[in-house]
């Protein structure tokens, strides 16, 4: 009971309450920024299209964005997958033709041919999935591809994140957004059927973030940024050749030399050879790594989880596993903390540090015998790019 005179205080009802989760000023910044997710927009195209929607703002900074391409049934005459060529192992994961992501001053995050950027990357770098989910092939929303209709769905993900909020990307400014640019591909890229009535394709964007912090707290390193670059090696490899093929020049911290090789089809092939060769991978004219090419699998196998559950390599597109790739070979610079990946838990600390000067190449000794020669070494490499001096550690414990 209340005496005459006296206040009584109170809150409207269904009006939105103050935050009461709020942490005490100090700390990492991920004690104070937790994560989000929200859509950037869902559209509809059709093999060769184009997806190119403006961007809107996140409350935050960008971790990366979910992508989800759902392709409905169409009506195909004799459907069938490629039997040969780039398609063949690819489909579905080359939905994508060409991937150009920027952030919003224009710097290209990731650049390059859809199945590289949007398969690969999440495979090697271990910026979105661990272990086994380290392949798309085993995630949930992927169903591979029904080759009398073309129909699939494919979930994937375009990192910026390359350490446990490091990396991140500015997201809350209306005026200043990413840019993500994609070219579909083509029907005949995926299917060498007959066409006669398309089924749409439904493709949604989401962004991962991490909500601005009500305290005066930043991510580390803003501005550094992990930038996945995609060029051919030189020279072009013929068959049963002994020597060494350049690598694209970079100038950052590598965390991942990853390398597609493909022959002059544009068909992935393990063009190295037998797995008793010996590879080299030389810098600056010094062998860093000197073994055999199957130990080079095993490494794949122990750091990131490549190969490990399947004695083998991908033999058909579609394989719901985590094989190592046919084509594929990687080196790991992201065992700071043991001798495996642990995704966004890494310090940088044997991130291979290079200049614009430094030549990176890779020998085999020979290569393998190509079919289709010239085989040609494609470069995936991720390529941290610091804004002043690299942060290394753990600055987000």
Known sequence: MTTPGSAIAGTVAGRPQPQTTAETAGGPFVRHAPDGRRTMYVDTQTPGGFMGRPMVSAPGWAKGYRINVTAAASTITTGA??????????????????????????????????WDMTFLVPLLSGQFGIDLTRSLQNLPTWTGVTATSNAFTVGTYLPFEFAKSYGVISGANAALLPVLQINMQPFAGMNSGTLTAQGAWSESVDCDF????????????????????????????????????????????????????????????????????????????????????????????????????????QTAAGSATNPRPLGVLAFSRKTSLAQRDFGLLETGEIFLSTNPGTQCELAAYPWGSISNAPGILNAVIGQVVPSGTIVQGLPEV
């Open 81 to 114: 997958l490629p039997a040969s060529g780039q398609g063949a192992l690819d489909t579905p994961n080359n939905w994508a033709q060409l991937v150009q992501m920027k952030d919003a001053f224009g710097t290209q995050l990731l650049t390059g041919p859809g």
């Open 210 to 313: 991490y909500w601005l912090p009500n305290v005066s707290a930043d991510p580390p390193g803003i501005g550094t940024t992990c930038q996945w670059i995609f060029q051919p090696g030189n020279p072009p490899v013929p068959s049963n050749f002994s020597g060494l093929v350049q690598l694209p020049r970079l100038g950052g911290y590598l965390s991942v030399l990853g390398m597609d090789f493909r022959d002059s089809t544009g068909a992935r092939v393990d063009g190295w050879g037998a797995a008793t060769n010996r590879v080299k991978l030389v810098v600056d004219g010094v062998p860093l790594v000197d073994s055999l090419l199957s130990t080079v699998y095993e490494d794949m196998a122990i750091s990131m989880g490549i190969g490990a559950l399947v004695n083998g390599t």
